[in-house]
């Protein structure tokens, strides 16, 4: 039997961004003193040393000199590749040791390789996306898919600009995604338009389209969710006990379904949805866990707006 116990390290993941994983993980371990100051300037110079190698390819081995405001946005590209790599590890104390332990190099290079992994993610999801889109000529949707998604896979430059976010998707999402960056910001934001597409397709495009349409006549020029408006007709459709499928709910509906969640026998509104929500996903058969757990996610947001 072994005696050997791992060491608990005190870094507080709630200090730790998500889109500026690699400084918050390096400030962190250093005021929680589980890295000295020798080692924070060993750490601080090897990210200088790589600059400079990085900078150097920049100019296809011409010079290592480039201009401050360049210089700054390699810096943050590298920074952000690490951090990939350090997030891939299975726990913080791997993580600790890999920072402490591992040329700042070879991390990168790692990260690097995970960039890439997650660039071909990106390629998939976007393609499931395309092949699953709803059938509208709603203005912000079909810009995101076209134009703006599109452009975001042609022109991230993994190299020097792996933390951008290179282009603007002006199409909000119902569970919309922060507090990341770069390839990691695109693959959660295809992810959860293939999510909100794949509801959508439960149902027939001609009762999305009066779901649209009785939301708002002008919603084919308004930045509206497509998920949001079909999930909250789907769960008035069981509150009123209505075909789900089928019947799209007018403005009376809606405000009984008001009532009913505000006034359900001191049930609480967010259970009262939350078994709505369970209901929606059993009358329409849904078995994908991501989906489901999508779905719930969204309630909260929903509830506010009653």
């Known amino acids: 039997m072994t005696n050997a116990i791992e060491r608990h390290i005190s870094i507080n993941t709630e200090n730790l961004s998500g889109e500026f994983y690699f400084q918050s993980f390096l400030t962190e371990a250093y005021e929680q003193h589980e890295i000295s100051e020798t080692e924070l300037e060993t750490i601080q110079l090897d990210c200088f040393k790589l600059l400079a190698v990085r900078t150097e390819s920049y100019n296809n081995g011409a ?73 509208s000529m709603q203005y912000f949707y079909n810009v995101a898919i076209d134009e703006d998604l599109k452009r975001f896979l042609k022109n991230y430059n993994l190299e020097y600009e792996a933390h951008e976010v290179t282009t603007l998707i002006d199409y909000q999402l119902m569970n919309p995604v922060s507090d990341l960056a770069g390839v990691e910001y695109l693959v959660h934001y295809l992810h959860n338009l293939s999510l909100e597409n794949m509801f959508c397709a439960k149902f027939k495009p001609a009762v999305i389209l009066a779901v649209m349409h009785e939301y708002d006549h002008q919603y084919k020029e308004l930045p509206v969710n497509f998920f949001e408006q079909v999930l909250l007709n789907a769960l008035g459709c069981v509150l009123l006990r209505k075909d789900i499928e089928a019947p799209i709910l007018t403005a009376a509906d809606r405000q009984e379904m008001i009532s009913i969640i505000q006034c359900e026998d001191g049930t609480s509104p967010f259970t009262l949805l939350n078994n709505t929500a369970d209901l929606v996903i059993e009358s329409l058969s849904i078995t994908s866990l991501p989906l489901k757990a999508y779905i719930k996610a969204a309630l909260p947001v929903l509830i506010s707006s009653f």
């Open 63 to 135: 010079s290592s000199s480039v201009q401050i405001e360049v210089a700054q946005v390699i810096m943050a590209s590298n920074f952000f590749t690490i951090g990939l790599y350090l997030k891939s590890l299975p726990d913080l104390q791997t993580a600790l040791q890999a920072l402490k332990n591992e040329p700042i190099a070879d991390q990168y290079q790692k990260g690097l390789k995970i960039v890439c992994r997650k660039m071909n993610v990106a390629r998939h999801l976007y393609y499931l996306v395309c092949s699953s889109r709803i059938e």
